[in-house]
Structure formats: C-alpha cells, structure tokens
C-alpha cells in the first residue's frame, strides 16, 4: 500500500449523508441536494506557517480548516452538507495524518458534513484547501451587502480570544480556553441558520471584527458607530491581557470566527445557547465610529488601530 | 491596492451563467443548480514542479488546472457548472496573475463554466486546486465500476503525446502540438455527456492508460484484453519516438486526459468530431491482459509496464 491509499483510508469514513448517492472512490461524487434549494459555495486555505504555527497540532489543524469552512456558510446563513479537501504535503506520516482525519472528520461531523472528494499531493509546504458546500431557501442567503441606516450590529461569542491565544501558543504557560479558541474555533452554524431570512448582513470575522465590519459597511454603502464598552470580552482574555490589549485584540486581532450581523432594531436576535451582544447600529454616513467611555472619535483615531 | 485586490480584479470576470446567483466577492457563491439534477463535484491540485515544470507558462498553468477538472466530471458524464479556486503562490506579480487568470477564463469559458469564488494565499511553492461542479441526470453519471464482461473499451483521442510532450518541454526543439498536449489537454466533456447513460463505466486518462484502465477494473470486479495494435498514436508521437516508446508513453505515460470508458459490445460510440478507438473488451478474469501482434500476455510481461 503507497502512501496515498493509506491516505484514502483515513478519509474514507462515510457519514450516511442522504445528500451523498456517491462519496470517495470515482472520478467525481455525486451529490442530490435537496429540491427547492439554492446552494452556498465557500472555499478556505491554510498553510502552515503563514495561517497557522507549523508546530500546531495535526488534530487541531483538520479541525480548524473545516471549522473556518463552516464559518463562511454559517455567515451566509446556510446549512453545510458536504465538503472536498485539496491537501498538499511533504511526507505522508502515518500518525499525523490519522490525526489530522480525525480532527476533519470530528469538526465536520458536528454538523453533518461528509468529505465527498479530495486530492492529496506531495509538496514542500503544508497546505490545506477545503470546499463547503451547503444549502439555504431561496432568496433567504444573507449577504455583506445587505445592512441597512438604522441596524442594529451584533456579534456573537467573545472577540479577541484567539489572537491572545495565537500568541501564547509557544509560551510554556498557556490558557487552555484561549489557545483553544484560535485552534478550535466554534463556527456559528446554528446563528447563521437562524438569522437566514432574518439578519439584512452578515460577516464572519476573520479578520478582526474592525476589518471584516469594515467589508460589510463597505457592501452594503453604509457607516457603523459601534460602542466600544459593549464588545464582547471573556474572562480569560481579561486575565491574560490589560484592558488596552484586550480590546485591541477583540477590535483588529482576527482568527474568531464570530459571526457579525445586523438587523433591524426592533428585531430580537433568535434564541440560541450563544451568546449574542449588541455592539452598535449602522448609520448613513460611511464612517465607522467608535464610541470609548462616552467620547465618539473615527476608529483610526481610536489608539485600537494597530495590533501589537 | 493590495496585491489581493490585484488578484480579485484578475479573476473577476463573470460570465453571464443562469446558474450563479451571486458569485465571486461575499462569504460564499451562491447557486441556483437546475431543477431535478444530481451534482457531481470534483477536485484537482497541481504543484510547481512535481506536477508540471516550474517554468512552464503562467497561462498554460491556468488553462490546465481547469482543464484537468473539466477532465473528471466529463468522465462522470456530467456537464460542468461553476468552479472554485484556491491558490496558493510565493508571490503575486501582475503579468503573471493576468496570464495564469487568461488561461484559467480561456479553458472555463469553452465550456461556459463560472468561476464562484475562491482563496489566494501566500507560500513557498506554486499550489493550484480548482474544485469544479457539474449536474447529470438522476442515476446518469457514470462509475468506473460499471463494466461488465463482454464490454467493448474504447478510448477517446489519442495516447502518449502529453508524456512525450512533456518529455520534450525543456527541449531547445519543439513538437508544439506535443507539448500542448500537455500543457494544455482537451477536456472531453461532450463525449462524457453523450456517454451519460450510455456507457457502462468511465474513467479518464491522468495516471496513464494500463493504471486507470486498472482502476476500472478493480472497481468493477473484472478484466479486460487489450490490443495493444489499436492503440491510438498521434503522428506527431510517432515521429518523435520510435513504436516501443510510443506504445510506453500510450500505455503509462500518463496524462493525457482523455476518457477512457466501457459500453455493449453491440453499441455504438456517440458521433462526435472526437475520435474514439476501440481497444479491446471487458473479461470476466481479473486480470489485465495484451494483445501485441498476436501474442496474448499479461501486462506485466509485455515490455511497456516501465514509463522510461
């Protein structure tokens, strides 16, 4: 057996997916979505060194490139159904790539998802591509380009918690909770589905909340004020980081994988386990405003601006 | 500008596909599949250097990477609909990203395929996936694992010329039409529609005809006896090469893209400008025999099993 059918075994756990009439195995699935839908394609890569610490965890690093997936269709308030992986690497280890299935495949089947194709290639970096695909009503798809003067802005979860866990992954003393929330990141499948027909925008947050609000405000031809005081902080990120950094991290530290949205004002968000907390409204302008301990200043003139 | 606006700009080009309801530039596309279809999505990466030569051109690269995808769903029998990308690149030059983007627009657009979505990243070494998907009719596509004793194999096109072009790539001289055989394979997506229903079993051309041929067979339970006589050679091959190479290259050289399927024997190929080639028929034995110039042996003894 080459290295690459040992490959094929490890991927080769088949969910019973109704949407599957063929998986692994051909030139090509096939797949029967159900009637009536449209469908939500997303596509996210990683590579190692760049996206992540190439000393990360092969568990971890299948786990999160299906979960950052299953955050971009959470953010168009779609359902995932399957999914194919690109994987491209140096050598094939037996024990890390059993690791690295297990994390896809525990990941992907928190929602269902089966891997219904892929290719594996040999190459000098590690790199991971995985495709989503899942499926919403029609029309009911939530766009960036949707958000309208007078929303209110919501995000769900904590912000910030991966970046300060991104940087204690090589230091000897680590929160457990923080690490976990860059090299596990809870994708908002369940928020996204239900704000579907519901939320006028949506974004996941990638990219920290100031830049990927940022691409919405800019969508949908629209301004924000957002209350700083209101952001969402955990208590570990409050533990491991004074104030200042905390919310820098919360505002531009990226890796969340939180969901940001708006809706109308008078609409409650849908009730749900996550946690979901009100930073702001969208106004007419096109400037994003921060309002700090009362005083409202441009976000570049924040002192929040740059993550350090 | 960021080079990844840069990038987004390249490949920005939509077409006007009834399929695509929102397309390249939110979280995820959004699809309107038609109605009462089945899907069939497949996936295909090429590395810089262990896929095809580093220096071979931006353009060719991009036509390939569609070309080769658009390869595996014609042998699903399936008709090609829109496609994701995920590139991964050391780094983004314009001139470069504008002919990889021409090529890429130039292979999808023969077959009126959108480009959806996708995710450009920075790494150390050239990494193009294309995830492609297509729709069939219920029950349509076809399986390698079809055929069935008695069935006639044929092949489309003609076999060796892309192992003998690339052979020739880094030569000072030049057989063009080899060389694009390799760098720029004809997807036979037609034939594969035509066959949807029809043919028994498919699988196309990428590992070279005796391995993929083998495939078929495996998934079938069966074997087949080819006469190695009929195989189709290009002039071109028989220019460059004497028979015995050209019969290695036709036999393991690899890929040529085209499809290789099974049907009745009492069937005829569909009547295409392609040309398709009866090479011999499926056996209820499980081996894979040849026929050379009237002598039957079992591949392994027949002289071409090594690609030199």
């Known amino acids: 057996m080459d290295e690459f059918e040992l490959i094929r075994r490890y991927f080769l756990r088949q969910l019973k997916s109704p949407v599957v009439a063929t998986g692994i195995g051909d030139d090509g699935a096939v797949l029967r979505p159900p009637a ?29 490139v299906v979960a950052v997936n299953l955050s971009d269709i959470a953010a168009m308030g779609a359902a ?40 594996t290639t040999r190459g000098e970096q590690l790199v991971v591509s995985v495709q989503m695909t899942g499926d919403v009503d029609p029309g009911n798809a939530i766009h960036r380009s949707g958000a309208q003067a007078g929303d209110a ?62 691409k919405l405000l800019e969508a ?6 957002i209350d700083i005081d209101c952001l969402p902080l955990s208590e570990s ?41 009100l930073i702001g409204r969208i106004t007419d302008s096109t400037n994003l405003l921060c309002r700090d301990q009362g005083i409202v200043v441009p976000f570049e003139d924040s002192g929040y601006r740059h993550f350090q």
């Open 237 to 277: 990120l409050l533990e491991a980081e004074d104030r200042e950094q905390a919310l820098r991290f919360a505002m531009s530290g990226g890796d969340d994988y939180e969901l940001c949205f708006t809706m109308r004002s008078d609409q409650k968000p849908p009730d749900l386990a996550c946690a979901m907390t």
């Open 220 to 225: 949908s031809g629209v301004g924000a004020e």
């Open 36 to 64: 009536g839908k449209e469908l939500v394609s997303v596509i996210d890569t990683m590579v190692a060194g760049v996206h992540f610490p190439e000393s990360m965890d092969a568990s971890d690093i299948g786990y999160r």
């Open 153 to 214: 802005i919501w995000v769900t979860g904590t912000l910030g918690d991966a970046a300060a866990g991104l940087r204690q992954m090589s230091d000897e003393s680590q929160d457990a909770f923080l690490v976990s929330r860059f090299a596990r990141p809870s994708a908002r499948v369940d928020v996204g589905m239900a704000l579907s027909g519901v939320a006028n925008a949506a974004i996941d947050i990638s990219d920290g909340l100031v830049a990927d609000l940022g």
């Open 80 to 119: 995932p159904r399957w999914m194919t992986l690109a994987l491209t690497l140096p050598d094939a280890q037996a024990d890390w790539l059993e690791r690295f299935a297990d994390g896809l495949h525990e990941a992907a089947g928190e929602w269902g998802v089966q891997l219904v194709g892929g290719d």
